[in-house]
């Protein structure tokens, strides 16, 4: 199984970009449909974007498309999730996840630890 390892949270003002990093490690990466979840306080965890093994299809749940970037490098075992114009509301622990491409959360089984993303206003 992966292991997923996620990194480039932080603070940023409402109107930033922040750009989130997945680095994986002990399987086989590009084989993997890959995927951003994120969990806000008090609210249930969401699909945020997912891409296929190729990097050639994507999807984008309808809160951050048009905002959102992802991408992946096979050659570097990394995913990245590009975060532009972002809202309060996108305030959330975010989550790196490996399984089915699929904009279903129950599809992404392998999960990370999360890295936090706060947005102020």
């Known amino acids: 199984q992966v292991q997923l390892v996620e990194s480039g949270g932080g603070l940023v003002q409402a109107g930033g970009s922040l750009r989130l990093s997945c680095a994986a490690s002990?399987?086989?990466?590009?084989?993997?449909?890959m995927g951003w979840l994120r969990q806000a306080p008090g609210k249930e965890r969401e699909f945020v974007a997912g891409i296929a093994w190729s990097g050639s299809s994507t999807y984008y749940a309808d809160s951050v498309k048009g905002r959102f970037t992802i991408s992946r490098d096979n050659a570097k075992n990394t995913m990245y999730l590009q975060m532009s114009s972002l809202k309060p509301e996108d305030t959330a622990v975010y989550y790196c996840a490996a399984g089915k491409f699929s904009w279903q959360i129950s599809d992404y089984e392998n999960r990370g630890q999360g890295t936090q993303v706060t947005v102020s206003s």
């Open positions: 002990g399987g086989t990466f590009s084989r993997n449909a």
